[in-house]
């Protein structure tokens, strides 16, 4: 009975521990992200980048991050004095018996002073 105990036990903490390395990356990624965002957001504000360039690097910095992100899913808006971002994207994760799609929301508004 121990033995089944003990075995059933070193198997919940396997797959955990599978579980954890399945998800925590795109999550570490995503946090990544919006940090890259949050910069171009910020740094657009006070430079002469268009929209489709302020795309272009994002979708860029999603490609570093191994990101399934598109350039299309990037919505960037230049106002007169403040740069919006937002991205919608997910990310697909196989798990054994339970595929999952992790759905992530980032955005980021700067306006100049």
Do not use: C, W
């Amino acid at each position: 009975m121990k033995t089944l105990r003990a075995l059933v036990g070193v198997a919940v903490v396997v797959a955990v521990v599978f579980v954890g390395f399945k998800i925590i990356p795109p999550y570490f990624h995503a946090y990544q992200f919006e940090d890259v965002v949050a910069e171009e957001a910020r740094l657009g504000t006070y430079s002469t980048k268009s929209e489709s360039d302020i795309r272009e690097i994002v979708a860029k910095r999603a490609a570093d991050l191994d990101l399934p992100i598109q350039p299309d899913q990037i919505v960037v808006q230049r106002g007169s004095n403040s740069v919006d971002i937002t991205v919608d994207y997910s990310v697909h994760v196989d798990l054994p018996g339970y595929p999952l799609d992790l759905k992530f929301h980032t955005a980021s508004r700067n306006r100049g002073m």
